[in-house]
């Protein structure tokens, strides 16, 4: 059974993406709790996040999108901050439970645009990321499944989101006098697909009240334990 002490499965985005790169290892983590060896955490992503949030927050408060987006993403801010903190907390996050498979997805949003306006009004998920080297085509694809799993919980909250989202990449450039850091914006706009991440919640459900699967030939993880420990 999952191993949260309501007996529900819970999922998150990021538990969702151990899951479509290892089944064997998301079925451990959730199952046994058993979870995959982890370093060293870095303390700059987290800082960064911290402060782009209250930079993002100054500019939501003047209603308007800081300069250097402008122009350039196909959104407006949320202007209610209040709210969008709730959300962005894993106590007070979005969260949907699907009546079909019983799974319960949570989801901490950065920040959230709005394109539209009434009842035509869309809701875009706005995700940061901070990266040491340029944006390379493709690159994407690694946050699809976060991506898909806002719109997933941006709908089953009664707000219908676009079909679209943005990734906010910060990516440093320079260090000059005084410790100022020149960062580059790239904002990459990437189409989500809420059904997708429906599919991925309950591939996700099914597969924990199965048999533990086998190792991933492809996994580190379960080559590095393969060597030690057979299936």
């Not at 529900?8 to 538990?15: A, D, G």
Request: charged share 30%.
């Amino acid at each position: 059974m999952p191993k949260s002490k309501d007996g529900k499965i819970r999922l998150s985005p990021s538990t969702l993406n151990v899951f479509l790169e290892c089944p064997k290892c998301f079925w451990l983590d959730q199952r046994e709790g058993i979870s995959r060896p982890r370093g060293i955490f870095p303390s700059l992503p987290g800082g960064m996040d911290g402060l782009i949030k209250k930079y993002f927050d100054k500019y939501r408060a003047l209603g308007k999108l800081p300069p250097e987006l402008q122009g350039k993403i196909e959104a407006e801010l949320f202007p209610d901050n209040e709210l969008l903190n709730q959300w962005r907390n894993w106590r007070s996050a979005l969260s949907y439970e699907d009546p079909d498979s019983g799974a319960v997805l949570s989801g901490m949003l950065d920040d959230l645009g709005m394109a539209g306006e009434g009842q035509s009004k869309l809701f875009v998920p706005l995700d940061y990321k901070t990266r040491g080297y340029d944006v390379k085509e493709g690159g994407e694809d690694y946050y699809r499944n976060q991506l898909n799993c806002y719109g997933l919980l941006l709908r089953e909250n009664g707000m219908k989101p676009a079909e679209y989202s943005y990734l906010i990449y910060y990516i440093p450039k320079e260090v000059a006098e005084n410790g100022m850091t020149r960062f580059d914006v790239v904002p990459k706009r990437v189409d989500i697909h809420p059904d997708d991440a429906l599919k991925v919640v309950r591939d996700a459900a099914a597969l924990l009240r199965g048999p533990m699967p086998r190792a991933h030939t492809d996994c580190a993880y379960c080559v590095w334990a393969q060597s030690y420990v057979h299936d």
